[in-house]
């Protein structure tokens, strides 16, 4: 007795040998889906502060207030700003100090560096070693940095379910596909930092967005590096 005679369409027949070989080759569990939506912001240039230096720069008893809440659950721009001053008094105004308080650390782009007179390493957020200083300047008072001042390198947040879509620890390095009119990219060794409760998201800073015209980018892709690439860390 024929397919078609038994009832069976030969569309029904098609699709069932399309479900055999997508299982003969792996293929019949569906790719899974990204556990949270990718987000790249840009970190503009801001400075972080320990209690102790908020208060040196905006008077005993002085606390970080909100500005403007962040992507990051707890983390704000705050309304305190201070001048950052490099050699020869060269200064950008009106800095915005991030919070909550941590160990102070200012993060600047490499432009912002020209123009401070400041040969910016870049550093991985809370490693100073080697690591240039600067003048904060406040309503309060003045802080002399002997070091903290970093270019940021690139980097992506990812939490626990993140780590595991990705196939990546902490650590290992990534790269982050731009597709923009006239600005197609990529950049390459964003470092993953990890975290529990924490938001999949890239971060880098003002001049590497605007070179690749993020605003106006049409889609994004976090690619794990490929095995054996060579590359020396």
Known sequence: MSALASGISRSDIEQLVRQVLLQQTGGATAAPSKPNPLVVNISARHVHLSQEHVEVLFGKGAELEVHKSLYQDGYFASKQTVAVVGPRRRMLPEVRVLGPVRPTQVELAFTDGISLGLDLPVRISGDHHDT?????????????????????????????????????????????RIVSEGCTTTLEDLVVRAADDIKLEVHVDTDEGNAVSLDRATSVELLKKKSGCGCKR
């Open 132 to 176: 240039i200083g600067c003048t904060l300047i406040g309503p309060a008072g003045v802080l002399e940095l002997e070091s903290g001042v970093i270019r940021a390198m690139r980097h992506v947040h990812m939490g626990p379910a993140d780590l595991k879509h990705y196939g990546v620890e902490n650590g290992d390095m990534m790269d982050l």
